[in-house]
């Protein structure tokens, strides 16, 4: 039993020590459902951000998990706020423009691309903000708040590598640094869409 250990381990160790280095797959297949399908909780908490313009609602369901998004245009940014299947607010995302990340987060996303890709272009960035529903609801409303945000981007890429070309979503946090990366996996609605 002790010698099986000892060949596996490594072998474990390195299946386990480098599933880093490989993205994972990402599923995503969005559905429009109708207001009266939102759970209440929800339809309370966009309510209060008193959107202007008109709003669709999605199922989005993934390889593990299912959610309820609200989707939108204001102030000519395109909104997506993410609910848990209880109308529980799990993050809020604003599509931004390359030329709006500060310089830092725009070289950290480029020089990671330059790693990963022999030739890339950017099709999506969205600023990712998640915290307390006060939090995000302060941030909608463009409101000071005493609670801090924990700010992601999110960047959809076309990637070249050495075989082939993927799409993939990248993570980074505030600082640059990449939290993941996932193979974008079509099948139906896009994810893009709005």
């Known amino acids: 039993m002790a010698k099986y250990i000892y060949i596996c381990a490594p072998i474990l160790l390195v299946l386990f020590g480098s599933a880093d280095l490989f993205a994972q797959e990402k599923f995503e297949k969005e559905s429009r459902i109708k207001q009266r399908d939102v759970p209440p909780k ?7 951000v008193n959107v202007k313009t008109k709003l669709k609602w999605y199922v989005e369901e993934g390889m593990n998990r299912r959610s309820i998004e609200a989707k939108f245009r204001q102030n000519k940014k395109r909104y997506s706020i993410e609910f848990d299947t209880l109308g529980h607010v799990e993050d809020v995302e604003i599509e931004l423009l390359q030329a709006e990340l500060t310089t830092a987060i725009n070289d950290a996303i480029n020089n ?3 790693k990963d890709c022999l030739k890339y272009k950017i099709e999506k960035i969205q600023v990712q903000y998640s915290g307390t529903e006060q939090a995000l609801l302060a941030k909608l409303k ?14 959809v890429v ?3 590598s050495k075989n082939k070309v993927e799409l993939l979503e990248y993570l ?3 600082t640059g640094t990449v939290l993941s990366t996932s193979t974008i996996v079509f099948k139906n609605s896009s994810h893009l869409e709005y």
Request: neutral net charge; aromatic residues 10%; charged residues 35%.
């Open 42 to 48: 929800a339809l309370e908490f966009i309510d209060s």
């Open 112 to 114: 990671q691309l330059k």
């Open 142 to 155: 463009n409101r000071p708040s005493s609670e801090k945000l924990i700010v992601k981007y999110e960047v």
């Open 158 to 160: 076309k990637c070249t």
């Open 172 to 174: 980074f946090n505030d």
